[in-house]
């Protein structure tokens, strides 16, 4: 049975970090791609950040590019989230996702196959 379970979210003042972590059992991790996502009250799911199975190639969304960093440590089973600079509108529960496929870059939540339950990112203002 695949597991995917987040940690690290909490609440944060404008301008600080958090680094979120994703564990995965159950799963060949060192051959999916790896995928966070965000869901804030109200709105649709959000792409954030992807990296391909090597851990070589990553992808963001626009609105974290240069404040996020996504990597992986293929032996722990793990994917990570360091989140800088944070502002009010990161706020939203995020969610990790596991798939088999590097097609648009991993931001088409449709190429995940695995989901964790989420963590939730709270920024202050």
């Known amino acids: 049975q695949v597991q995917l379970v987040e940690s690290g979210g909490g609440l944060v003042q404008a301008g600080g970090s958090l680094r979120l972590s994703c564990a995965a059992s159950?799963?060949?991790?060192?051959?999916?791609?790896m995928g966070w996502f965000r869901q804030a009250p109200g709105k649709e799911r959000e792409f954030v950040a992807s990296?391909?199975?090597?851990?070589?190639?990553?992808y963001y969304a626009d609105s974290v590019k240069g404040r996020f960093t996504i990597s992986r440590d293929n032996g722990k089973n793990t994917v990570y989230l360091q989140m800088n600079s944070l502002k009010p509108e990161d706020t939203a529960v995020y969610c990790c996702?596991?798939?088999?496929?590097?097609?648009?870059?991993?931001?088409?939540?449709?190429?995940?196959?695995?989901w964790g339950q989420g963590t939730q990112v709270t920024v202050s203002s």
């Open positions: 996702a596991a798939g088999p496929s590097w097609a648009d870059y991993g931001e088409n939540p449709r190429s995940y196959d695995y």
């Open positions: 159950g799963l060949t991790f060192s051959r999916y791609t």
């Open positions: 990296i391909r199975w090597s851990g070589g190639i990553t």
